[in-house]
């Protein structure tokens, strides 16, 4: 099963650009890259996911290298609220039509004033 | 539309006891997923129902049971608790067709405490 590493902390300064980098060298070629985040004692919140294209929404950008290995989420301008922990998952499919996501620690990403 | 509802919010048990938790999925979702956090181990898959079938299992002793109904409501069970269940349990569900995943979206779980 596809694993992936994230560093377990980062700092950012509030406004600045946040750069949450993830590991997922042993990804296939079926599997997608997704990212949660967890703000303290909640669920974790989707935030992007993507295959082998960067992708964009309201919330954050993905870019994934071209051999797939590795992937970043950025939070383009970011602020207090996004104080959390980020987790980068790889979707791994089973036989048949189970699935199932493999959770790492995560990053815990502090913005600062 | 509402989102995924898991009752109760907060739990405390004393060993030995067993525990049910409930998990209501968006309107839609079939698919409904059961992780167990805990602050050294992180998430950890459980298992996962999709039409009232259990289509994947963690690693959890057969003390941890799942089930879901017809209206795609599911719920976990945990017999002979031990003081290391005590965890945060989230319930994710997700809307799937033909094999693509429209990503999960997750309770705010129950907070399970073993005394």
């Known amino acids: 099963d596809a694993k992936t590493t994230q560093p377990p902390s980062m700092d950012c300064a509030e406004g600045r650009a946040a750069n949450l980098p993830c590991n997922h060298s042993t990804i296939s070629g079926n599997e997608y890259v997704y990212w949660y985040r967890q703000i303290h004692s909640q669920g974790p919140q989707y935030i992007i996911h993507g295959l082998k294209n960067n992708e964009t929404n309201e919330m954050a950008s993905l870019i994934i290298t071209e051999d797939r290995k590795s992937s970043t989420l950025i939070l383009p301008h970011a602020t207090l609220r996004d104080t959390a922990v980020y987790y980068c998952?790889?979707?791994?499919?089973?036989?048949?039509?189970?699935?199932?996501?493999?959770w790492g620690l995560g990053t815990s990403l502090a913005v600062n004033p | 539309k509402a989102g995924v509802t898991q009752t109760p919010r907060y739990l405390i048990k004393t060993r030995g006891q067993q525990v049910t938790l409930s998990c209501s999925p968006i309107s839609g979702h079939r698919s409904v997923s059961w992780y167990q956090q805990t602050p050294g181990q992180g998430l950890q898959f459980l298992f996962e129902y999709f039409s009232e079938t259990q289509r994947n299992k963690g690693n959890f002793p057969g003390r941890f049971s799942g089930r879901q109904f017809s209206n795609s409501r599911s719920e976990m069970n945990v017999s002979t608790l031990e003081l290391g269940d005590s965890a945060l349990y989230l319930c994710a569900s997700s809307a799937e067709s033909e094999g693509y995943n429209y990503g999960y979206t997750f309770g705010s779980g129950t907070r399970l405490t073993v005394v």
């Open positions: 998952i790889v979707r791994v499919a089973f036989a048949g039509n189970n699935r199932k996501l493999i």
